[in-house]
Antibody, heavy 124, light 110 residues
Framework: QVQLVEPGGGVVQPGGSLRLSCVAS????????MYWVRQAPGKGLEWVAF????????YYAQSVKGRFSISRDISKNTLYLQVNSVRPEDTAEYFC?????????????????WGRGTRVTVPS | QSALTQPPSVSGSPGQSVTISCTGT?????????VSWYQQPPGTAPKLIIY???SRPSGVPDRFSGSKSGNTASLTISGLQAEDEADFYC??????????FGGGTKLTVL
């Protein structure tokens, strides 16, 4: 079954770090651009980061630039989000998602497969 | 980065049509055709229902349609059904390799 599963998440103290994982099943992560999107409790969706299929660059929302890092391990078909220097406002459900078409060097910016999400809580 | 502007809520009776607007700028909706719409029932992950302004993924009913005029994109749901009740979000590519979402619209089926 084609799916994305995000294990991990949890409670992390302000200023701390956490690595989120997203395991892809039944499709090759290597040929698709991938995204992280988050949703604070009771709030809307917020794009966090994008990595093109060829890893030519990584792109970040201004709110996380310099603190978060998106990466992949192709051998494990897994996407990661390294979250550093966390703040209470980073508390959210974090979703990984896949680009709609393969080989988009600049991204197609439509997310056609989403994981169920993993909760990150940063107490104030 | 400012979100795209959506109405907080819309409602309609079964069988009716509703339209949700999504207003951006010339840096996103007005220039690029990378506009998408997502449906998110409570407690679930978003689901893509429209991409590239007007295209529907396989399996999405043709009751869902998208359009764009200038800086405003729209999602129209015709033949409203009870199971359509959910939050709806638009998104658009924005110049500078970023993605911006709308604030979300809650659809209530009366």
């Amino acid at each position: 079954q084609v799916q994305l599963v995000e294990p991990g998440g949890g409670v992390v103290q302000p200023g701390g770090s956490l690595r989120l994982s997203c395991v892809a099943s039944e499709f090759n992560l290597k040929i698709f651009g991938m995204y992280w999107v988050r949703q604070a409790p009771g709030k809307g969706l917020e794009w966090v980061a994008f990595i093109p299929y060829d890893e030519s660059n990584q792109y970040y929302a201004q709110s996380v630039k310099g603190r978060f890092s998106i990466s992949r391990d192709i051998s494990k078909n897994t996407l990661y989000l390294q979250v550093n220097s966390v703040r209470p406002e980073d508390t959210a459900e974090y979703f990984c998602a896949k680009d709609i078409r393969p080989y988009g060097g600049n991204g197609y910016w439509s997310l056609d497969l989403w994981g169920r999400g993993t909760r990150v809580t940063v107490p104030s | 980065q400012s979100a795209l502007t959506q109405p907080p809520s819309v409602s309609g009776s079964p069988g009716q049509s509703v339209t949700i607007s999504c207003t951006g700028t010339s840096s996103d909706v007005g220039t690029y055709n990378r506009v998408s719409w997502y449906q998110q029932p409570p407690g679930t992950a978003p689901k893509l229902i429209i991409y590239d302004v007007t295209s529907r993924p396989s399996g999405v009913p043709d009751r869902f349609s998208g359009s764009k005029s200038g800086n405003t994109a729209s999602l129209t749901i015709s033949g409203l059904q009870a199971e359509d009740e959910a939050d709806f979000y638009c998104s658009s590519y924005r110049s500078g390799n970023t993605l911006v979402f709308g604030g979300g619209t809650k659809l209530t089926v009366l």
